[in-house]
Nanobody, 120 residues
């Protein structure tokens, strides 16, 4: 079993910054990719950013140039630095990880979600 524990959500004013972190623990053979998705009520969960174990990153077009994803492989932790936040980015942000628990078995895992509210 793999657990993802997020931290760092909260309230921020428009144009402000916020950082999120997520640490993976449990039975982990290899962390293939980690990242962040977000979801608002009535909408599907959408990609924010991901980073693979080689350091390659992928961002949603809407956050490019404002958000930065990074990971510390030794700590099994992924970070998301969010700058110039907009009110429409208010959402629950979910940590994601693609994990091999054995050399031949992998699955996707999700954190419990952390609320980010962008409001004045």
């Amino acid at each position: 079993q793999v657990q993802l524990v997020e931290s760092g959500g909260g309230l921020v004013q428009p144009g402000g910054s916020l950082s999120l972190s997520c640490t993976a623990s449990g039975i982990i053979y290899s962390l293939v990719a980690m990242g962040w998705y977000r979801q608002t009520p009535g909408n599907q969960r959408e990609l924010v950013a991901t980073v693979n174990n080689g350091g390659a990153t992928n961002y949603a077009d809407s956050v490019k140039g404002r958000f930065t994803i990074s990971r510390d492989n030794d700590k099994r932790t992924v970070y998301l630095q969010m700058n110039s936040l907009k009110p429409e980015e208010t959402a629950v942000y979910y940590c994601y990880a693609a994990v091999y628990t054995t050399p031949k078995s992998w699955d996707n895992y999700w954190g419990q979600g952390t609320q980010v509210t962008v409001s004045s």
